[in-house]
């Protein structure tokens, strides 16, 4: 794959063995949340759980959770707000994830501005995103 020098690099985060083994065990997104409160996958999990259970406020509130604490993460990672963020990297669906929760609770509730902005951010950073979280 050919990168083009004029854009940043990919913005790979590092893994969470801990906290993504919890989550692959089946424990509680809460409990995996409470001890690893940076890990925006249990975020995004908590989100996915309101949402089919048709908790937009709730949904929105544990998304936008994972949604900044991902943004904490992608910084620290050497993200400057704009720039590639691949799905094919596992570390980053978590914050991925998140983004498109906040988009479908954003949407839930009439917050079309921010539904279109996180959208915007998906396809910004990977538009594989968008197909993997039913957002396309």
């Given at each position: 794959?050919?990168?083009n020098?004029?854009?940043?690099?990919e913005?790979?985060?590092p893994?969470?063995?801990?906290?993504q083994s919890?989550?692959?065990?089946?424990?509680?997104?809460?409990k995996?949340?409470?001890?690893?409160?940076?890990?925006?996958?249990?975020?995004?999990a908590?989100?996915?759980?309101?949402?089919?259970?048709?908790?937009?406020?709730?949904?929105?509130?544990?998304?936008?959770?994972?949604?900044h604490?991902?943004?904490?993460?992608?910084?620290?990672?050497?993200?400057?707000?704009?720039?590639?963020?691949?799905?094919?990297?596992?570390p980053?669906?978590?914050?991925l994830r998140?983004?498109?929760?906040?988009?479908?609770?954003?949407e839930?509730?009439?917050?079309?501005?921010?539904?279109?902005?996180?959208?915007?951010?998906?396809e910004?950073?990977?538009p594989?995103?968008?197909?993997?979280?039913?957002?396309?």
């Open positions: 794959m050919t990168r020098l004029l854009e940043p690099p913005t790979l985060l893994e969470s063995p801990e906290a919890a989550l692959d065990a089946g424990t509680d997104p809460a995996v949340a409470a001890q690893h409160p940076a890990f925006s996958a249990a975020w995004a908590l989100a996915q759980a309101a949402l089919d259970s048709g908790e937009h406020i709730a949904a929105y509130a544990y998304a936008r959770t994972g949604y604490r991902g943004l904490d993460a992608l910084r620290k990672a050497g993200w400057k707000g704009f720039g590639p963020v691949p799905w094919r990297h596992e980053n669906r978590g914050v998140s983004v498109a929760c906040l988009a479908k609770a954003a839930g509730i009439g917050e079309t501005e921010e539904y279109e902005r996180c959208r915007q951010l998906l910004d950073s990977d594989a995103s968008l197909e993997a979280t039913g957002l396309a």
